[in-house]
Nanobody, 114 residues
Framework: QVQLVESGGGSVQPGGSVRLSCAVS????????LAWYRQAPGKERVLVAS???????HYADSVKGRFTISRDDVQRTIYLQMNSLKPEDTAVYYC????????WGQGTQVTVSS
């Protein structure tokens, strides 16, 4: 079973930055397009950013220009660099394959507040 372990969340002031990491336990890391999702309180989980195994990226309009997704195939890890954070970015952030068909990890909380 593939395991996804997210880390790097925390509390930050508006305008601040946070870098999230997601370690993937299996070698399928190099095969699948991977993504970051987020779920705000009372809302559905939504895709924030994705990256293919060839490095092609896609971003939700709400984060375009502020977030950057990247991957390290050797470390089997994907990252989400989050800059210019806004209170509406507050959510639990998860990683998964595009389509969300892997077992979800516990996620990592990001809170943006002054």
């Amino acid at each position: 079973q593939v395991q996804l372990v997210e880390s790097g969340g925390g509390s930050v002031q508006p305008g601040g930055s946070v870098r999230l990491s997601c370690a993937v336990s299996e070698r399928i890391f190099s095969i699948w397009a991977l993504a970051w999702y987020r779920q705000a309180p009372g809302k559905e989980r939504v895709l924030v950013a994705s990256i293919t195994n060839g490095g092609i990226t896609h971003y939700a309009d709400s984060v375009k220009g502020r977030f950057t997704i990247s991957r390290d195939d050797v470390q089997r890890t994907i990252y989400l660099q989050m800059n210019s954070l806004k209170p509406e970015d507050t959510a639990v952030y998860y990683c998964n394959a595009v389509g969300g068909f892997l077992t979800w990890g516990q996620g990592t909380q990001v809170t943006v507040s002054s």
